[in-house]
């Protein structure tokens, strides 16, 4: 939907003077086109998406309906996938800490999880000598150095006796199954890829094992707009340039081969990252020894943007706009660092909505009860407004207290 003073007024009256607007038609595209660059290099790819990205149930629907999988990292988000219909093999848990109960109850069903600690092996190895007649389908967290400046503080060190003692119990308990090798880095730069796939072909050889599934994580760039891009101290990397780098090496490595794993990777931000944005009213405007603030009913936490000026629009909503230079677009919070976007000029006035874009990634997991509730999401990339997510009330904040 293509965004005016008449919708957005129209919004406002039905919606409250704040709401997240979704595209999810723009997510489907961006999980097909991703999975075909990747998919035309290397036949034997998916996607798992990141829950903890995004985890409106209606994303990760369209991702169960695509034929993709539900990266998880918690029991409330495995619960989710469940929820919506995901079937147990095509949920991937990583996370650091497991509940074990839920653990054993999800393992029993057919999930996948990737041990992330030698304390979580011995709850799994503990949970598997119970049941010998049960096919458990277990991953490994790999860690290891990919010249990124980072200690990672996920997975196991692939050179420690513990990854070996892990790698082992794999190996040779009769009832388990080794599904899946991931690892995972954050910095998102192409130029650490070759090194991330690099460490992963090389542990298969040096252990002989070729599981079914080769997972690299996620830590990709994703779709945004020019004046985003600007900001950064690199080069945002199309899906195309990913797949170029990542792909290719899979295929020289295994094309000869009848019984091919499957590439996997965990995207989050470059999946919903252009796919929501949010609006917000202006609700005050003053001068502060030259400073220009104005209020917006928003904050930062509702875009989990900070020290980055996001892509904006202002909508002149009819009261008599004036000039404005060297402006911070403040939220309602009473916390000094909640700014929105800095220096700006233009036209403004009190009533006026502000849309800032490519705020789809963290901004609704990320969002705290603080102050104010969050406010309702929308989806309006068919033409019709679909609520998504009612805005939240009193209640919902205070219903697990006792008073």
């Known amino acids: 939907m293509k965004l005016d003073v008449n919708i957005l007024s129209g919004l406002r009256r039905e919606y409250g003077e704040a709401f997240y607007l979704l595209d999810s038609v723009q997510f489907k595209k961006n999980f097909l086109e991703l999975k075909y660059?990747?998919?035309?290099?290397?036949?034997?790819?998916?996607?798992?998406?990141?829950?903890?990205?995004?985890?409106?149930?209606?994303?990760c629907r369209i991702v169960n309906e695509l034929g993709g999988y539900a990266e998880v990292v918690s029991e409330m988000e495995t619960?989710?996938?469940?929820?919506i219909g995901v079937e147990p093999q095509k949920i991937i848990w990583n996370g650091p800490i497991k509940n074990p109960q839920v653990l054993q109850w999800f393992l029993e069903r057919g999930g996948t999880v990737n041990i992330d600690s030698i304390d979580e092996y011995k709850i799994i190895k503990e949970i598997v000598s119970k049941h010998s007649n049960h096919i458990y389908n277990i991953g490994i967290r790999c860690n290891f150095d990919v010249n990124d400046g980072v200690l990672s503080r996920f997975g196991i060190d692939i050179d420690s006796e513990e990854f070996q003692e892990v790698l082992a119990f794999t190996q040779n308990a009769a009832n388990v199954k080794l599904i899946n090798l991931q690892c995972h880095f954050a910095k998102r730069q192409i130029d650490y890829w070759p090194a991330r796939v690099k460490g992963m072909l090389e542990l298969i050889d040096r252990i002989g094992v070729i599981p079914e599934r080769i997972d690299l994580g996620g830590g990709l760039f994703g779709k945004m707009e020019d004046s985003l891009k600007k900001q950064f101290r690199t080069n945002i990397p199309e899906y195309k340039d990913y797949a170029k780098v990542v792909a290719t090496m899979f295929e020289k490595k295994f094309k000869n081969l009848n019984n091919r794993p499957e590439l996997m990777l965990e995207p989050g931000s470059a999946l919903i990252g252009d796919c929501m944005k949010f609006v917000g009213t202006i609700k005050t405007i003053k001068s502060i020894r030259g400073k220009t603030i104005v209020s917006v009913l928003g904050s930062q936490k509702n875009i989990s943007m900070s020290?980055?000026?996001?892509?904006i629009q202002i909508f002149a909503m009819g009261n008599t706009?004036?000039?404005?230079?060297?402006?911070?677009?403040?939220?309602?919070?009473?916390?000094?660092?909640?700014?929105?976007?800095?220096?700006?000029t233009g036209n403004l006035a009190i009533g006026d909505m502000m849309v800032?874009?490519?705020?789809?990634?963290?901004?609704?997991?990320?969002?705290?009860?603080?102050?104010?509730?969050?406010?309702?999401?929308?989806?309006v990339s068919e033409g019709d407004v679909e609520v998504i997510k009612n805005g939240e009330t009193f209640k919902d904040i205070f219903n697990t207290f006792n008073f």
């Open 37 to 59: 660059e990747f998919s035309k290099i290397y036949s034997d790819f998916n996607i798992a998406y990141s829950y903890k990205t995004n985890y409106i149930p209606q994303i």
């Open 79 to 83: 619960e989710l996938a469940f929820k």
């Open 307 to 311: 020290n980055i000026n996001p892509p």
């Open 321 to 344: 706009q004036h000039k404005f230079e060297n402006v911070d677009f403040v939220g309602f919070t009473c916390i000094e660092s909640d700014i929105l976007y800095r220096n700006y």
């Open 356 to 379: 800032i874009s490519n705020c789809g990634s963290y901004s609704l997991v990320m969002k705290p009860p603080f102050i104010l509730p969050n406010f309702p999401v929308l989806d």
